[in-house]
């Protein structure tokens, strides 16, 4: 949309503005609107579907017939093609058509409640554009109850996310997984819970490991110091 600077003549605000409207990807139903607006009020509007000037109050009734009769429509209608299609085809391109997969992971949470001993969270992350649907799914049999979901919530960057929830008290010998759908994926993803560790397990985990990773260093840190300290040292046999 292009809007032309107001011109303030005698206390009078006049105001003009271009338009492109379309829904289909393929631009078949692009249209070009030029509004004239005076003071607030519109007083003349051209369409390119129509092909022609339209006036919406006494003065510009008169002045869109006489547009109309001067072949100035046919003149206005080059900015369907000059003006909007280019403008069109890029928003569809780049912006429209420009997708972000999101990023998930499954992962067990406490409990909202105490209706369930357990409750699972499917969190996706930075995806473009909005409209994303997650389903829980338990041995392949979607779950519709005790779920609950958050919003898409925007990121203020472009991007978005999401978060769903499922309280259930375990069956051995399950599966559960989280299923994703949106305009990125070609096909639904699903996601697996693993319950073979729980997050506090493996947390702990990853906090050994990173302690003997840094014991380590620490170690060989010492034994440089040492060799290093021990280096030109002369030692005199005592008796």
């Known amino acids: 949309m292009h809007e032309s600077p107001g011109q303030l003549e005698n206390g009078y605000f006049y105001h003009f503005q271009s338009e492109c409207h379309f829904s ?47 072949g100035q429509n046919d003149q206005q209608h080059t900015n ?35 209706r369930h001993p357990m ?54 010998g399950e599966t559960i997984a989280c299923k994703v759908e949106h305009s990125s994926l070609s096909e639904a993803k699903i996601y697996p819970w693993d319950p073979s560790m729980s997050d506090g397990d493996r947390n702990k985990v990853i906090i050994g490991a990173s302690g003997l990773v840094l014991g380590l260093v620490l170690s060989l840190a010492g034994l440089i110091y040492y060799k290093k300290k021990s280096t030109g040292r002369i030692l005199v046999p005592t008796s």
């Open 24 to 70: 289909s990807g393929d631009l078949t139903d692009l249209e070009y609107i030029g509004r004239c607006i005076f003071n607030k009020v519109e007083y003349r509007r051209y369409n390119s579907t129509s092909n022609k000037f339209t006036g919406y109050t006494e003065f510009g009734v008169k002045n869109a017939d006489r547009l109309n009769q001067e």
């Open 119 to 172: 409750m699972l969270a499917c969190r996706a992350y930075d995806f473009y554009p909005a409209g994303i649907k997650l389903t829980w799914l338990r041995d392949g049999k979607e779950v519709k109850t005790d779920v609950t979901s958050t919003e898409e919530l925007y990121d203020g960057d472009w991007y978005h996310q999401m978060h769903s929830y499922l309280e259930f008290t375990p069956k051995s």
């Open 80 to 114: 369907l093609d000059g003006y909007c299609r280019p403008n069109a085809q890029y928003e569809v391109e780049n912006i429209i058509g420009h997708t972000v997969e999101p990023s998930v992971e499954v992962l067990s949470v406490k409990p909202f409640s105490q």
